[in-house]
């Protein structure tokens, strides 16, 4: 698998001049064209790379923006492997405890939050106070508001009074809980300790750059993706 990632990056560095055949790139890389091409078609099959038919001749390959934009990931790995690690686990800091969702096709069924319950909450006092509804009302619909999950529920806790603004909605599932810092931290103590065994093998010349650079990759991927399918499930 190194060895495979390791011809990958190096066919990359070689089409990042110009576009090159089969032949031509296993007479760079000094590799068998079985094993070019197979590596090639890795990186078509990853847009990294496309082949270009000839009307004479044999096909032409060309580097793509997303073959270039992997480049680019390796060369700073190496000029700062700590830096790059570091901004990998930042990143993946940040997309994890950014709360999201689809937008719902009906806008009251969004998430009520619990700033939402606090604005609608003091709106209904105005409205006593104010003397448009009783006691045994505000009480009435602050109950309901304080059961409510999605802002359907507004329609009943505002039934004949004007709706309060609410501003834009916090991107969660009706009934999800945001992460909390705990279950955070749960997740990204593989990726931590990942990111430190590569940076401690890079820093040693155990380890191969692309290969690292990959396996980073791939590791934090599936992380993210199964977070976010578990929130999407909620």
Same mark, same amino acid.
């Given at each position: 698998?190194?060895?495979?990632?390791?011809?990958? %990056?190096?066919?990359?560095? %070689?089409?990042?001049?110009?576009?090159?055949?089969?032949?031509?790139?296993?007479?760079?890389?000094?590799?068998?064209?079985?094993?070019?091409?197979?590596?090639?078609?890795?990186?078509?099959?990853?847009?990294?790379?496309?082949?270009?038919?000839?009307?004479?001749?044999?096909?032409?390959?060309?580097?793509?923006?997303? $073959?270039?934009? *992997?480049?680019?990931?390796?060369?700073?790995?190496?000029?700062?492997?700590?830096?790059?690690?570091?901004?990998?686990?930042?990143?993946?800091?940040?997309?994890? +405890?950014?709360? *999201?969702?689809?937008?719902?096709?009906?806008? *009251?069924?969004?998430?009520?939050?619990?700033?939402?319950?606090?604005?609608?909450?003091?709106?209904?006092?105005? %409205?006593?106070?104010? $003397?448009? +509804?009783?006691?045994?009302?505000?009480?009435?619909?602050?109950?309901?508001?304080?059961?409510?999950?999605?802002?359907?529920?507004?329609?009943?806790?505002?039934?004949?009074?004007?709706?309060?603004?609410?501003?834009?909605?916090?991107?969660?599932?009706?009934?999800?809980?945001?992460?909390?810092?705990?279950?955070?931290?749960?997740?990204?103590?593989?990726?931590?300790?990942?990111?430190?065994? +590569?940076? $401690?093998? +890079?820093?040693?010349?155990?380890?191969?750059?692309?290969?690292?650079?990959?396996?980073?990759?791939?590791?934090?991927?599936?992380?993210?993706?199964?977070?976010?399918?578990?929130?999407?499930?909620?």
């Amino acid at each position: 698998m190194g060895d495979q990632a390791a011809l990958e %990056h190096a066919l990359l560095e %070689h089409l990042q001049v110009a576009p090159l055949t089969r032949a031509e790139l296993a007479r760079r890389t000094g590799a068998s064209e079985r094993w070019v091409q197979s590596a090639l078609d890795d990186l078509v099959r990853g847009t990294y790379v496309v082949r270009r038919p000839q009307d004479a001749g044999p096909a032409d390959y060309e580097i793509t923006a997303a $073959g270039s934009g *992997r480049l680019e990931v390796v060369e700073e790995l190496l000029d700062s492997p700590l830096k790059m690690m570091g901004k990998v686990f930042v990143a993946t800091v940040r997309d994890t +405890i950014r709360p *999201r969702q689809v937008q719902p096709a009906d806008p *009251r069924d969004l998430w009520l939050s619990d700033d939402d319950k606090a604005v609608c909450g003091e709106a209904l006092a105005a %409205h006593y106070v104010a $003397g448009r +509804i009783d006691r045994t009302e505000l009480e009435r619909r602050s109950d309901l508001l304080s059961a409510g999950k999605t802002r359907r529920v507004l329609e009943q806790v505002f039934d004949g009074l004007p709706l309060p603004n609410l501003t834009d909605p916090v991107t969660l599932p009706p009934g999800s809980n945001p992460p909390t810092w705990g279950s955070v931290a749960l997740l990204l103590l593989p990726v931590l300790c990942i990111v430190l065994f +590569i940076a $401690g093998s +890079i820093w040693s010349s155990h380890a191969s750059l692309p290969t690292a650079v990959l396996f980073t990759a791939l590791v934090v991927g599936v992380l993210l993706w199964q977070f976010r399918g578990g929130r999407g499930r909620k």
